[in-house]
């Protein structure tokens, strides 16, 4: 069984960075796909960021430019390098890995 710890989230305000991060426990093999979803208050989940195990990497549209996803294949984390942050990015954050295993999530705020 595969726990995903995330953190780093907080409070910002706007224009601030944050670095969220994913480590891995359990019986952890080679994840080939890992990648950070949010939900903000009374919206559905969408996906911030994706990258796979090569490298590729995936951006939605309202992250692209403004937050970076990298991992660390050896240890099988992921993270979030969040730059000009909006009020708008307000939401939990969640890591995930290969499409199955969640993390608890942290919580973002973007406020002044």
């Known amino acids: 069984q595969v726990q995903l710890a995330d953190s780093g989230g907080g409070l910002v305000q706007p224009g601030g960075s944050l670095r969220l991060s994913c480590v891995p426990s359990?019986?952890?093999?080679?994840?080939?796909?890992m990648a950070w979803y949010r939900q903000a208050p009374e919206k559905q989940r969408e996906l911030v960021a994706s990258?796979?195990?090569?490298?590729?990497?995936y951006y939605a549209d309202f992250s692209k430019g403004r937050f970076a996803i990298s991992r660390n294949n050896a240890e099988n984390s992921v993270f979030l390098q969040m730059t000009s942050l909006k009020p708008e990015d307000t939401a939990v954050y969640y890591c995930?890995?290969?499409?199955?295993?969640w993390g608890h999530g942290t919580l973002v705020t973007v406020a002044s």
């Open positions: 995930n890995a290969d499409g199955y295993y």
């Open positions: 359990g019986m952890i093999f080679n994840i080939r796909h």
């Open positions: 990258i796979e195990e090569d490298g590729r990497t």
